[in-house]
């Protein structure tokens, strides 16, 4: 059994739930193809991944093809290898009950979270923080929560360095912004069900102005079309108060 490491609104185009899953390379346009530039089969440990836990006792392990993240609060998981140029993320992601140690948070299904094309102000490589969710306040970053808080809110945010700005999304009830949508079974997270992961980076074109693809499935939940995109920088998975578990890692470039 490997070891455990325990830590002392709107754009253009906003949202396109439940459009049918395209082909794989739908975006990539031929004569080029997606090549495979990185993966991680999640039986050689965490060498390739840096740790940020809020809670000495989070337990992340990789082994037996799976990566395991149980944690009592947040913590974000980067890649540590950066990315540019047209690229898509995969991976297989399971959601299970949080962990004993989340108190009143425990048994809960929540947050399959995620930052994207990350960099400092200055374009340097996300400093190391704390894990706390505030502390990332200040890294300009895309964010996806899938789930989240109590699994009532899926969202698409744009940091821009200075704050959190809501691109798109979809909430329960009271809790929802201006401009959500209501929550859906396509957008929420189901126990014991793994949901297929798909985030899509890419310089737009004339013919094809969308950027950013993020897809749940069959589900294209978040298209973007912006003016100045975010098209390169650091991946990190991101939680809180949860339990999940991560198969098939792969990063894919379009050349």
């Not at 079974?185 to 899509?200: A, D, F, H, M, Y």
């Not at 094809?208 to 650091?234: C, K, M």
Request: charge should be neutral.
């Amino acid at each position: 059994m490997a070891a455990a490491v325990r830590l002392p609104l709107r754009g253009l185009i906003g949202l396109a739930l439940a459009l049918p899953l395209l082909a794989a390379a739908d975006w990539c346009e031929a004569p080029r193809r997606l090549e495979p530039v990185a993966t991680d089969d999640f039986h050689a440990g965490l060498a390739r991944w840096r740790l940020e836990a809020e809670d000495a006792r989070a337990v992340v392990t990789a082994a037996n093809g799976v990566l395991d993240i149980a944690t009592p609060a947040g913590l974000s998981l980067w890649w540590r290898e950066p990315l540019s140029g047209d690229y898509v993320i995969r991976f297989s992601a399971l959601a299970l009950p949080a962990p004993a140690s989340a108190g009143p948070h425990a048994g809960r299904i929540s947050d399959l979270n995620m930052f994207w094309n990350a960099l400092e102000a200055d374009g340097s490589e996300p400093r190391p923080r704390s894990g706390r969710f505030a502390g990332y306040d200040d890294l300009p970053t895309y964010y996806v929560g899938f789930g989240a808080n109590a699994n009532t809110t899926t969202r698409l945010r744009l940091y821009d360095g200075s704050q959190r700005r809501l691109l798109a999304g979809f909430a329960d009830g009271e809790i929802a912004e201006p401009g959500e949508l209501p929550m859906t079974p396509q957008t929420r997270l189901l126990t014991g069900k793994p949901i297929s992961v798909e985030i899509v980076s890419r310089q737009p074109t004339a013919a094809d102005p969308i950027h950013l693809r993020w897809r749940a499935d069959s589900n294209e939940v978040f298209t973007r079309a912006d003016a100045n995109p975010r098209l390169q920088g650091y991946f990190a998975l991101r939680t809180t108060a949860s339990r999940l578990q991560i198969r098939e890692f792969q990063i894919l470039r379009c050349r």
